[in-house]
T-cell receptor, first 110, second 116 residues
Framework: QQPVQSPQAVILREGEDAVINCSSSKALYSVHWYRQKHGEAPVFLMILLKGGEQKGHEKISASFNEKKQQSSLYLTASQLSYSGTYFCGTGLQGAQKLVFGQGTRLTINP | DTGVSQDPRHKITKRGQNVTFRCDPISEHNRLYWYRQTLGQGPEFLTYFQNEAQLEKSRLLSDRFSAERPKGSFSTLEIQRTEQGDSAMYLC??????????????FGPGTRLTVL
């Protein structure tokens, strides 16, 4: 039931782009993306819903492929502050709990 | 600060002792969630409340765990007879139910529990 994230880790130079994927074997209603820095709480980035509705930060973009039950988070022109572990949390129709993936660790070097 | 707050931030206890954590959600949020996170893993759902009603509890949650939200505001999570396997970060999140089946969950800083 846990979604699978890929890659598990990625290292970039500042200014480079990255894509983080989240796949589920379940028919999803929502996908939520969070970023967590070491020792801190997860910070909400974006929510994507079945049907195409999205809500999140202006500088973050993501997609949700309902046929494949896959979401992708796009990080462009990365900044040092983007470093952290990115989690996707998936929700089913009518369910409130989120099931999180194992995370993708992103390291941005100067 | 109007975010989610949790207390204490750190707790060290001996195996067999009881511990209680507190979560204060964002003031207008009517839903409150508890998650547990171990090193290198994503948060794992434990339970959630809508106002004072506990609407879902994970099947993974043993009977040693109990949570309350008596007045629909703050919540407590109690672990009885702690075990070393209970060592983890306990995260609280809150959200505002707008009537739809989704909502953004905002997390608190967590309580890190270490059971010796």
């Amino acid at each position: 039931q846990q979604p699978v994230q890929s890659p598990q880790a990625v290292i970039l130079r500042e200014g480079e782009d990255a894509v983080i994927n989240c796949s589920s074997s379940k028919a999803l209603y929502s996908v939520h993306w969070y970023r967590q820095k070491h020792g801190e709480a997860p910070v909400f980035l974006m929510i994507l819903l079945k049907g195409g509705e999205q809500k999140g930060h202006e500088k973050i973009s993501a997609s949700f492929n309902e046929k494949k039950q896959q979401s992708s988070l796009y990080l462009t022109a990365s900044q040092l502050s983007y470093s952290g572990t990115y989690f996707c949390g998936t929700g089913l129709q009518g369910a409130q709990k989120l099931v999180f993936g194992q995370g993708t660790r992103l390291t941005i070097n100067p | 600060d109007t975010g989610v707050s949790q207390d204490p931030r750190h707790k060290i206890t001996k195996r067999g002792q009881n511990v209680t954590f507190r979560c204060d959600p964002i003031s207008e949020h009517n839903r409150l969630y508890w998650y547990r996170q171990t090193l290198g893993q994503g948060p794992e759902f434990l339970t959630y409340f809508q106002n004072e009603a506990q609407l879902e509890k994970s099947r993974l949650l043993s009977d040693r765990f109990s949570a309350e939200r008596p007045k629909g505001s703050f919540s407590t999570l109690e672990i009885q007879r702690t075990e070393q396997g209970d060592s983890a970060m306990y995260l609280c999140a809150s959200s505002l139910n707008r009537g739809g089946s989704y909502n953004e969950q905002f997390f608190g800083p967590g309580t890190r529990l270490t059971v010796l």
